[in-house]
Each structure stands twice: as C-alpha cells, then as structure tokens.
C-alpha cells in the first residue's frame, strides 16, 4: 500500500482518503475538508484538471464533486491498495 497527496494523483484513477494533514494548529481548511467528507476511508476520485497550472482540480469524493485548489488537495493523502 502507498500513500500520496491528492494533487499528485492522475484523474480517472479511484483512491481511498487516508487522512487529511494540519498544516497549522487549528488547521481551519484542513477541518473544512474534513466537514466536506474527505475522511479516512472515503473513496476519492479526480475527474479533472482545470487549464492554468493544473487548478482548480475537479474531485469526487462519494457522490459528491468539488473544486479544490492544488493546495488544498496536497493536505489529502490518498491511498492504494497496489
């Protein structure tokens, strides 16, 4: 099993959130993420890249989609099980 961040996975590909990383104590987007679903267990997929510097990166996370900034997806660490 390896870990990653979410910015650095290819889209199309299914993954499964590890944990979401604080950057700081309290950590309010990390917490947000956390409110948004993004917790340990949690399919996660990246449906797409936007145009100018890879953001915003569009995700689905259950059945959900969001637009997350690079920086916000780099504190979700995904999994896989390969």
């Known amino acids: 099993m390896s870990t990653f961040n979410l910015s ?10 590890d944990h979401v990383e604080d950057l700081q104590t309290p950590d309010p987007i990390s917490n947000r993420l956390r409110d948004l679903g993004f917790v340990s267990g949690e399919t996660v997929k990246i449906i797409a890249f936007g145009p100018f510097g890879a953001n915003p990166i569009a ?11 690079r920086n916000e997806a780099a504190r979700i660490i995904i999994r896989t099980d390969s």
Do not use: D, E, I, N
């Not at 996975?9 to 499964?16: D, E, I, N, Q, R």
């Open 59 to 69: 995700v689905q996370v259950g059945s959900t989609r969001f637009a997350l900034r």
């Open 8 to 17: 650095t996975s290819s889209p199309g590909k299914t993954c499964v959130v």
